[in-house]
């Protein structure tokens, strides 16, 4: 089932397959079909094309793969963890090192005095 009628700020339709009992309908892009548009080139014009096409990866990436893509999404964000916690290391280091510095400082200032 495609959309004949798009909204305005639609960039264009994609497919839809609907599939399962009334009570437990599944909604999923049908991918066959989207490609079949791309390739009879029934969408607007190449920026058109290529950004369903980008969408399509996306999906296909998405739905070849959950676990996949949900272990890479825990990745990234474990890294931008690790990331902030070693600049908030990097910053109690460097606090150390100050205060360190101004006390060697002191130190000196009072043999000096």
Same mark, same amino acid.
Request: charge should be negative; avoid cysteine; charged fraction near 45%.
């Given at each position: 089932?495609?959309?004949?009628?798009?909204?305005?700020d =639609?960039?264009?339709?994609?497919?839809?397959?609907?599939?399962?009992p009334?009570?437990? #309908?599944k909604f999923r892009?049908? @991918?066959?079909?989207? $490609?079949? /548009? #791309?390739l009879?080139? !029934?969408? !607007?014009?190449?920026?058109?094309?290529?950004?369903?096409? +980008? &969408? $399509?990866?996306?999906? &296909? +990436? &998405? /739905? &070849?793969d959950?676990?996949?893509?949900l272990? =890479?999404? $825990?990745? !990234? +964000?474990? +890294?931008?963890?690790?990331?902030e916690?070693?600049?908030? =290391?990097k910053? @109690? *280091?460097?606090?150390?090192?100050d205060k360190? *510095?101004?006390?060697?400082?002191?130190?000196?200032?009072? $043999?000096?005095d």
């Amino acid at each position: 089932m495609t959309p004949t009628r798009l909204s305005e700020d =639609a960039e264009f339709s994609v497919p839809v397959m609907i599939t399962g009992p009334w009570q437990n #309908l599944k909604f999923r892009p049908d @991918l066959d079909k989207l $490609l079949n /548009l #791309l390739l009879d080139g !029934k969408l !607007k014009d190449n920026a058109d094309v290529q950004r369903a096409q +980008e &969408k $399509l990866k996306e999906v &296909k +990436e &998405k /739905l &070849k793969d959950p676990e996949e893509a949900l272990k =890479a999404k $825990l990745r !990234k +964000e474990l +890294e931008q963890r690790n990331a902030e916690e070693d600049e908030a =290391a990097k910053s @109690l *280091e460097e606090q150390a090192r100050d205060k360190l *510095e101004d006390e060697v400082g002191r130190a000196l200032r009072k $043999l000096f005095d």
